[in-house]
């Protein structure tokens, strides 16, 4: 008897769950890919791949909520036929009765677990490599549709064209900024410019290829043009790079080292870059000191594989980030790499070092402005730029490091041990931010770990809240048994969520925020045992 009675229930329940999940599966997956859709301009073939990468992220919020709507639909049909009462008084118990919802509510609770935990994180990472893989076709779309592009992550550069060639990957009428804050840093125009796309593990590195350009810098660089630029930037992380779409075991990770998360990687290797920025400018300033007490020209030397240059300067100040201007006259002297013998020399009262190229093992680029040179004939000539690349950091400065974690090198005690002055404010808030960047990460890690946790859990009481609801308002509608079945989710939800935010801020007690989290839980739970104890009176 107690087979067949199961039997009827488990076939009703999982009939009404798997429509009710189907209809709402893709109801949800539909509005999660409308803002991909509008921010990244994807084209129809990615849709159908993105709905299919969102249906995982749909269901840890369908399940639930298509479970509860069918126990409590079928399960108040069932007291409203009478049916309810005859199994009591059959002698039939009431957990008996109730042992198909459970079923349903803790596979419910694993499956969400699962997902959210497991399945998710790898969908959305699959979602991040289709939208990489069309990196081109979303910078170009976007660039038709809007006429400009906000490359990711921070949106620092921004690219405008007239006319675009997606099929030999040409923009026309090209205007490109590099924003800071609320300042343009830079502005390129260009007739046109070659947009070329080098994939990475972490990243996609744009290159573009302008022609036919005006550079105008800050105040101090000035403007200048040139037949042919390059400019290279990160196209980053569209989807992956939070932790609320990371697996349990790379959270664990990341707990254990912050540079698994490449947020963190990067802002780490932009404060060693900043460091060896500033050990650079302080070895050039202890050499020209020297020059300046002995009375005699010295040059700083740098070279690459293919150059020896020298010059020097009356004093140099880190500019901005990883960049070092030369004050005064600036002599420049390229050499023979073998021989030592001069070749040409150049003056100039504006100068600039930018350390470029991988964080880690970096390269100097240097700059003059408005140069003069002596031409064969005897005769001066002045040119507006002169660009000197790949060359190499000097050993005075790289030798000062035999830390292999990027992470403590860049941190402010090694900061106080290798350089001599008091740092500049620019290291000194990356490494602010780089020290508040791991510590909200850490709280994030905390804060989702628990509320998955509590989410998941949660499914079950929830859901054994809406078969008692159903029970007992079977002489009512059953959509208002459903509604009031909502509210105990409701402030699951809202404890979550509210307990999230006050772990995730840096401020407050996170031990609180945790403790909020369960509460909505163990409030899910005391409602239950509540509607239980009265069903079992009756």
């Known amino acids: 008897m107690l087979f067949t009675l199961h039997r009827y229930i488990f076939r009703e329940v999982f009939k009404i769950f798997l429509l009710a999940t189907v209809g709402l599966t893709l109801i949800v997956s539909l509005g999660s890919i409308l803002g991909p859709i509008q921010e990244y301009g994807v084209g129809p073939k990615q849709v159908l791949h993105l709905m299919g990468y969102f249906i995982p992220v749909a269901l840890t919020f369908v399940l639930p909520m298509a479970a509860l709507f069918t126990t409590t639909l079928v399960y108040g049909r069932f007291a409203y036929d009478n049916e309810y009462d005859a199994c009591r008084a059959s002698g039939v118990s009431l957990p008996t009765l109730v042992y198909p919802g459970l079923v349903l509510a803790i596979i419910v609770a694993i499956a969400n677990l699962m997902l959210s935990f497991h399945v998710v994180p790898a969908f959305v990472q699959r979602a991040e490599k289709s939208l990489k893989a069309n990196a081109k076709q979303i910078l170009f779309r976007n660039i038709q549709r809007k006429g400009y592009y906000k490359l990711p992550p921070d949106g620092r550069y921004r690219i405008y064209a007239d006319l675009v060639d997606e099929k030999n990957n040409v923009l026309a009428g ?102 060896i920025t500033e050990l650079i400018a302080e070895d050039i300033t202890t050499k020209l000191a020297k020059q300046a007490d002995s009375n005699d020209v010295k040059f700083y030397e740098l070279h690459s594989g293919t150059k020896l240059i020298k010059f020097n300067a009356e004093k140099c100040t880190v500019k901005d980030e990883k960049k070092i201007q030369l004050h005064g006259k600036v002599t420049l002297i390229e050499s023979d790499p073998v021989t030592g013998q001069p070749l040409q020399t150049y003056t100039s009262t504006n100068g600039f070092l930018h350390i470029e190229g991988d964080e880690v093992t970096p390269t100097i680029t240097l700059v003059i402005y408005n140069a003069v040179w002596q031409q064969p004939d005897g005769t001066n000539a002045l040119t507006q730029r002169r660009v000197i690349r790949g060359l190499i950091p000097p050993t005075a400065v790289t030798d000062k490091f035999k830390i292999n974690d990027i992470l403590l090198a860049a941190s402010p005690a090694t900061t106080k041990t290798v350089l001599k002055k008091q740092p500049g404010a620019q290291l000194i808030m990356l490494q602010r931010r780089l020290k508040r960047k791991i510590q909200k990460t850490m709280l994030r890690i905390k804060a989702e770990t628990h509320s998955r946790l509590a989410f998941g859990i949660g499914c079950v009481p929830m859901i054994l809240i809406g078969i008692g609801l159903g029970i007992i308002k079977k002489q009512g509608h059953l959509l208002s048994a459903f509604a009031a079945g909502c509210l105990p989710a409701t402030i699951l939800v809202v404890a979550i969520i509210s307990g999230k935010q006050i772990t995730e801020n840096p401020g407050s007690q996170t031990v609180l925020g945790i403790i909020i989290i369960w509460a909505g839980l163990a409030t899910l739970i005391a409602i239950m045992m509540v509607l239980y104890r009265k069903l079992m009176k009756n």
């Open 174 to 275: 090209v205007i490109a900024t590099e924003v800071k804050g609320n300042a343009i840093k830079k502005i390129i125009t260009a007739q046109k410019a070659k947009v070329q796309f080098n994939a990475h593990d972490k990243f996609n590195e744009v290159r573009i290829i302008t022609h036919n350009t005006y550079q105008m810098g800050s105040e101090d660089e000035g403007g200048f043009s040139a037949e042919r630029l390059a400019l290279t930037t990160e196209f980053g992380s569209l989807l992956g790079d939070e932790i609320k779409f990371k697996k349990i075991a790379e959270m664990k990770k990341i707990y254990a080292n912050p540079m698994e998360f490449y947020p963190i990687e990067k802002l780490a290797h932009a404060a060693y870059a900043q460091l």
